[in-house]
């Protein structure tokens, strides 16, 4: 397995436009969580779903970010309208509790990040 | 409320030198405690759990419930354990997963 996949790696945009970050969880995962990470705040969690529905969404920082996950092997992350604030690394991170699945209790395997510039 | 404090932001030592990597909890349940790593140009990861109670690339780490901290040590420090480390909170037994919360990290500096 490839591990979590991100797309794209690096995005510059300018303010105002739409953002969208893409994650593929490790096959057979069941929660996928989403993270911001800035030098001020450090890692943040934004969100995260179970079995695609999401569970705690108390980490998006505001209606301008949303979250879907339409099937067990794709999930996004849209910012609209996008802001310099904005600018960080975003992660997708995967993890099951069923250790037949590669799980490994409370063990999170992450992505390797968006960095989204907002010009 | 669930939070985990990293006082230090930068940490530098040189090479040989002992490391600790302050982490301080608050949750009023049995929390289960992490440190994730982060090198450079490479995907947070997992270095240990409190509850495995091991010693991953020579760092230890012991949970403290009376002082609520969980602070990581290593007696030698190697330039390649410069990183950023997190510090992170779970409050679910071991099998059942939930959300991490995580400290603001410490990047580490070991000097040649």
């Known amino acids: 397995d490839a591990g979590v996949i991100q797309s794209p790696r690096h995005e510059v945009t300018e303010m105002g436009q739409e953002v969208t970050l893409r994650c593929k969880p490790i096959?057979?995962?069941?929660?996928l969580f989403w993270y911001r990470q800035t030098m001020m705040r450090g890692l943040e969690l934004l969100i995260y779903?179970?079995?695609?529905?999401?569970?705690?969404d108390s980490g998006m920082p505001e209606d301008r970010f949303s979250a879907k996950m339409p099937n067990a092997s794709f999930s996004t992350l849209k910012i609209q309208p996008s802001e310099p604030r904005d600018s960080a690394v975003y992660f997708c991170?995967?993890?099951?509790?069923?250790?037949?699945?590669?799980?490994?209790?409370?063990?999170?395997?992450f992505g390797p990040g968006t960095r989204l510039t907002v010009l | 409320a669930q939070r985990v404090t990293q006082p230090e932001k930068l940490l530098s030592v040189f090479k040989g030198a002992p490391v600790e990597l302050k982490c301080n909890y608050s949750?009023?349940?049995?929390?289960?405690l992490f440190w994730y790593v982060q090198y450079s140009r490479q995907r947070l990861q997992l270095l240990l759990r409190?509850?495995s109670r091991e010693s991953i690339k020579g760092f230890t780490a012991d949970l403290n419930k009376g002082e609520t901290s969980f602070h990581l040590k290593k007696p030698f420090a190697q330039e390649e354990d410069s990183a950023m480390y997190y510090c992170?909170?779970?409050?679910?037994?071991?099998?059942?997963?939930?959300?991490?919360?995580f400290g603001t990290g410490t990047r580490l500096q070991v000097f040649p």
């Open positions: 949750y009023s349940g049995s929390p289960e």
């Open positions: 096959s057979g995962h069941d929660y």
């Open positions: 992170a909170l779970s409050g679910s037994t071991f099998y059942n997963t939930d959300k991490l919360i």
């Open positions: 779903f179970n079995n695609n529905v999401p569970i705690d």
């Open positions: 409190h509850i």
């Open positions: 991170a995967s993890n099951t509790r069923w250790a037949a699945s590669g799980g490994v209790g409370n063990e999170q395997f």
